[in-house]
């Protein structure tokens, strides 16, 4: 019957892939339209879905603002077929799956992973959402609510609100210049027009099958994949509509060139440019703008950003796409300034506007183009697996865009150099096509935004104001040259590899483990190393300092590694509880020459005012920020700094560093060096002659004049039984959350197992009570928290209408309520969570940075066995309902209970 029902097939052999990606995939399209691409893995530990369809907040009607966002919302509240409002996310969390949407200007998407085994009853779900969603009355009121607290819960993010104002912006009659969130006084009904009408409406209008891609990835063979997608979806209708998107222009012919204004709640400076452009997607292969990027965003020698430190006046910047639509598209060109630099923005445009002179002279070159296409080519033919969710999601979405055949590899075609596309792109990026947008602390303004309430400014501005106020700065500004870390010697070790990592050195101070592993089928490997110091966190100045050291080493090297980062060789530089670590990733070619030179960056910093004020200056900016943080983030925070000893809070380690000076840090480097232990881990296409090597320039370079020590791990503050504390953080939002944090009676695998199992089963219910029913709030999830692998469990809900008491009360009552909900838990069910648990818990490394991530925090914990994820999955299997109840009653109890309220 298949060959009848499926109107169009793609064999597989046509649709280009990466030779390192061993799945297979067919495209088809059914009967109604609908265009699917299907993908099977049989070794893949989640099977995932994902529709996309071609109808955001770009469609939605100009008198219902946030239609297409609720739209959204409404679908996982119940269908004819399975009418329970929280049906499908509860057979997605009982079978160890996820699930998501989000809403765009010109698409919708929805997606979901889950158990492998329960992929066709997840799509017969699924596919509901677009065949017969019920809109019940009750729920359509109850989630404009919802939609409400979503809109109220990032109403003072800095990054929501220059997005919003930069639409105040744009041509009043593009669709982009439009509020899409959604809130109560735009999701009401209108006289007789009734809000559930035009959902309805919007809905059969535009959830057309023909506006539909979907792509399923699986454990099965095609032929059963494409079966179930005909079984589930044949049945999507296809309603005669047409696309109609004739949008006028983004900016109207008087509106630039003009500056944007506005005031953060954060301390934040940050500036950008942006430039009206054509749209994009007819030069897939050229990849103008990605070009012309890549030069402007560059961070090497020579580059803006170089040049812009040197003077302290930025830390950041990157370039890229900014609006990327179906009529039009943008560059913009991102800064993060300091203090000093807010004061100079006409020499920081000026010079930005040098740099595109020297491409324009001197910078578009057949050359520059190879070398990206090179580095293009590297990257397809060793990618790495993402997780399914986010495969399919991705795909989906590009499919609106790119035939099957080019999917996977459109992003990665460079194979059309043409000067003439870039330069007709370049010749759109003139001051008379500019809008600067400043965001900064005690600008002047005179509007405030509609929906934000940001106070801004808009102003006309004249071409001829972007002058360089020192010409001799123009001299330091060079075209990146070749990049010098692309990797040449791509061989892939021969299969030697071993189970697990070997210690294969322990000397007092020293300990360097390696295993060989090319089971990813990559030129790729990892080196990481832990400098473990007992002076990084013994108090607040000492964390301060650690994180000073740390961040001026990161600056120095920046200049030198960022064509490693281009080349896709990676390092990361971080303080923790231990010490200071850095990791090498990325292609092996080169790794020795970066660990070169990151060693000397750590042992001989150049100790630079300038930098040390400006770094000085952001972390000071960081720290005094983290009060703004949404409030469920800020009691999560909260609750680290009670439970860890080692942990200082935001007011002492701005306390301590107020009083640094770049002579402290010069005198607390050595110290914090002087007793030390360095613990090494080589993982990946790295023998082992090349691994000792490596090792021992690291050994050599901090002991041969250091003392060995050895750092315990950190500790956790075990609460005793019968303790609950409350703990009140006042903040700035008006929103309130609450975390509601219990601790287990023991540190062990049984409690471990429990903990993470009982946090499964009350995710839904905590969600279907306080968000669905109650409408408490957007943000509602139970979680486990496992902190220093002691086990917990946290019940965080962030509320836009209840005060704390209110939250305290609901919770508890919910705790209550659950307990008889547990106790009338089936074996079935039971063993339903436990599976899904146990599915999650077990998936496989999808890359090799991934398992090299396992295997450090095995070493941190001192699990030497590298076994602690089956012998997690071990105690979950012995996990009966009695055990549960148990638990459940200790954390009820007055006199058993160990908690923390954290309400911020």
């Known amino acids: 019957m298949l060959p009848l029902l499926v109107s169009m097939t793609v064999p597989a052999a046509e649709i280009k892939k990466s030779p390192n990606d061993t799945r297979s995939y067919q495209s088809l399209v059914l009967p109604n339209h609908l265009q699917?691409?299907?993908?099977?893995?049989?070794?893949?530990?989640?099977?995932?879905?994902?529709?996309?369809?071609?109808?955001?907040?770009?469609?939605?009607?100009?008198?219902?603002?946030?239609?297409?966002?609720?739209?959204?919302?409404?679908?996982?509240?119940?269908?004819?077929?399975?009418?329970?409002?929280?049906?499908?996310?509860?057979?997605?969390?009982?079978?160890?799956?996820?699930?998501?949407?989000?809403?765009?200007?010109?698409h919708t998407n929805f997606f979901f992973d889950i158990d492998p085994d329960q992929l066709a009853p997840a799509l017969d779900r699924f596919s509901q959402f677009f065949i017969?969603?019920?809109?019940?009355?009750?729920?359509?009121?109850?989630?404009?609510?919802?939609?409400?607290?979503?809109?109220?819960?990032?109403?003072?993010?800095?990054?929501?609100?220059?997005?919003?104002?930069m639409r105040e912006t744009y041509n009043p009659d593009h669709p982009m210049s439009r509020f899409s969130v959604g809130n109560l006084q735009t999701l009401q009904d209108h006289g007789e027009l009734k809000i559930r009408d035009a959902l309805i409406n919007f809905y059969q209008h535009s959830?057309?099958?023909?506006?539909?891609?979907?792509?399923?990835?699986?454990?099965?063979?095609?032929?059963?994949?494409?079966?179930?997608?005909?079984?589930?979806?044949?049945?999507?209708?296809?309603?005669?509509?047409?696309?109609?998107?004739?949008?006028?222009?983004?900016?109207?012919?008087?509106?630039?060139?003009a500056e944007l204004q506005l005031t953060p709640i954060r301390e934040v400076r940050t500036l950008s440019l942006t430039f009206p452009l054509p749209p994009l997607r007819q030069y897939e292969d050229n990849k103008p703008v990605q070009y012309l990027a890549s030069l402007l965003g560059d961070e090497g020698?020579?580059?803006?950003?170089?040049?812009?430190?040197?003077?302290?006046?930025?830390?950041?910047?990157?370039?890229?796409?900014?609006?990327?639509?179906?009529?039009?598209?943008?560059?913009?060109?991102?800064?993060?300034?300091?203090?000093?630099?807010?004061?100079?923005?006409?020499?920081?445009?000026?010079?930005?506007?040098?740099?595109?002179?020297?491409?324009?002279?001197?910078?578009?070159?057949?050359?520059?183009?190879?070398?990206?296409?090179?580095?293009?080519?590297?990257?397809?033919?060793?990618?790495?697996k993402v997780p399914p969710i986010n495969w399919v999601s991705g795909l989906a979405n590009a499919l609106q865009d790119h035939t099957a055949e080019q999917v996977l590899y459109s992003s990665y075609d460079y194979h059309n150099y043409d000067a003439q596309v870039i330069r007709q792109f370049l010749d759109y990026l003139t001051p008379d096509h500019l809008l600067v947008t400043l965001m900064a602390p005690g600008l002047s303004t005179d509007k405030t935004s509609r929906w934000y309430d940001v106070p801004y400014s808009y102003t006309q501005l004249k071409q001829e104001q972007w002058q360089v106020s020192h010409p001799e700065w123009l001299q330091q500004l060079a075209l990146p040259a070749a990049n010098p870390f692309i990797a040449e010697q791509l061989h892939v070790l021969k299969s030697n590899d071993s189970a697990k990592p070997e210690l294969l050195q322990q000397q007092p101070g020293f300990s360097f483990w390696y295993q060989q592993d090319t089971s990813f089928g990559t030129p790729k490997a990892d080196f990481f190393v832990n400098l473990r110091s007992a002076k990084t966190n013994d108090?607040?100045?000492?964390?301060?300092?650690?994180?000073?050291?740390?961040?001026?080493?990161?600056?120095?090297?920046n200049t030198l590694t960022y064509p490693a980062f281009v080349a896709g060789l990676e390092f990361e530089l971080y303080r923790h509880?231990?010490?200071?670590?850095?990791?090498?990733?990325?292609?092996?070619?080169?790794?020795?020459?970066?660990?070169?030179?990151?060693?000397?960056?750590?042992?001989?910093?150049?100790?630079?005012?300038?930098?040390?004020?400006?770094?000085?200056?952001?972390?000071?900016?960081?720290?005094?920020?983290?009060?703004?943080?949404?409030?469920?983030?800020?009691?999560?925070?909260?609750?680290?700094?009670?439970l860890m000893p080692s942990f200082h809070t935001?007011?002492?380690?701005?306390?301590?560093?107020?009083?640094?000076?770049?002579?402290?840090?010069?005198?607390?480097?050595?110290?914090?060096?002087?007793?030390?232990?360095?613990?090494?881990?080589?993982?990946?296409?790295?023998?082992?002659?090349?691994?000792?090597?490596?090792a021992e320039k690291v050994k050599h370079a901090w002991l041969d004049k250091a003392q060995p020590a050895d750092v315990p791990r950190a500790t956790i503050d075990a609460l005793p039984a019968g303790y609950q504390e409350n703990i009140s953080e006042q903040?700035?939002?008006?929103?309130?959350?609450?975390?509601?944090?219990?601790?287990?009676?023991?540190?062990?695998?049984?409690?471990?197992a429990a903990f993470a199992l009982l946090s499964q089963i009350i995710s839904t219910p905590f969600y279907a009570d306080l968000r669905t029913r109650q409408q408490l709030g957007y943000i509602v999830f139970a979680t486990p928290m496992p902190i220093m692998d002691w086990p917990g469990i946290g019940l965080v809900l962030q509320s836009p209408s209840a005060d704390a008491a209110t939250l305290t009360t609901r919770v508890d009552q919910f705790m209550q309520d659950f307990r008889t909900q547990l106790q009338h838990l089936s074996n079935d069910q039971l063993q339903t969570f436990k599976q899904g648990l146990m599915s999650d818990l077990s998936k496989p490394d999808q890359t090799l940075y991934e398992r090299s991530n396992y295997y450090w925090r095995e070493i941190d914990r001192g699990a030497y066995d590298f076994d602690s994820r089956n012998e997690l999955l071990k105690a979950i299997g012995t996990i009966d309902k009695a055990t549960l109840l148990t638990i459940y009653d200790h954390m009820l109890s007055p006199q058993q209970r160990r908690a923390l309220i954290v309400t911020a």
């Open 539 to 557: 108090t607040a100045r000492d964390t301060a300092l650690s994180e000073l050291y740390t961040r001026m080493v990161e600056e120095q090297l």
């Open 301 to 384: 020698k020579g580059s803006i950003l170089a040049l812009l430190k040197s003077l302290g006046w930025a830390s950041s910047l990157g370039a890229g796409v900014g609006y990327n639509g179906p009529d039009a598209s943008t560059m913009q060109i991102s800064l993060s300034l300091t203090a000093a630099g807010q004061e100079h923005i006409n020499d920081i445009v000026s010079l930005v506007f040098a740099y595109l002179r020297k491409i324009e002279e001197g910078g578009i070159d057949e050359w520059r183009f190879r070398e990206m296409a090179k580095l293009a080519d590297i990257d397809f033919r060793f990618q790495e």
């Open 650 to 694: 935001s007011a002492e380690l701005i306390s301590a560093l107020q009083g640094i000076s770049l002579n402290d840090l010069q005198q607390f480097v050595p110290a914090w060096r002087q007793q030390i232990q360095v613990v090494v881990l080589a993982h990946g296409n790295l023998d082992q002659q090349q691994a000792r090597s490596m």
């Open 36 to 106: 699917v691409l299907l993908i099977s893995d049989p070794d893949t530990d989640k099977s995932a879905a994902a529709m996309d369809v071609n109808a955001g907040s770009a469609d939605e009607p100009r008198q219902w603002p946030g239609l297409a966002h609720f739209l959204e919302h409404m679908l996982f509240l119940g269908t004819s077929k399975y009418p329970k409002a929280d049906a499908y996310q509860d057979f997605i969390n009982q079978h160890g799956g996820s699930q998501n949407a989000y809403t765009a200007f010109d």
């Open 207 to 257: 959830y057309s099958a023909s506006r539909m891609r979907l792509v399923v990835l699986g454990k099965e063979p095609l032929p059963q994949l494409a079966s179930w997608v005909t079984q589930y979806f044949a049945s999507i209708a296809d309603h005669p509509t047409t696309i109609s998107r004739q949008m006028p222009p983004l900016f109207t012919s008087s509106q630039l060139p």
């Open 132 to 165: 017969a969603p019920l809109f019940s009355e009750d729920y359509v009121s109850r989630e404009a609510h919802a939609v409400d607290s979503e809109y109220k819960a990032k109403i003072r993010e800095d990054g929501r609100r220059l997005y919003e104002t």
């Open 577 to 642: 509880i231990r010490g200071i670590s850095f990791k090498i990733t990325g292609y092996n070619d080169k790794q020795s020459v970066l660990l070169d030179e990151l060693q000397h960056a750590l042992l001989q910093p150049q100790w630079n005012q300038v930098r040390f004020d400006q770094i000085k200056e952001d972390y000071l900016d960081e720290l005094r920020n983290r009060k703004e943080s949404m409030p469920y983030k800020v009691s999560m925070g909260r609750l680290s700094e009670r």
């Open 731 to 752: 903040g700035p939002h008006k929103d309130t959350a609450i975390t509601w944090y219990w601790q287990a009676d023991q540190d062990d695998l049984k409690h471990r």
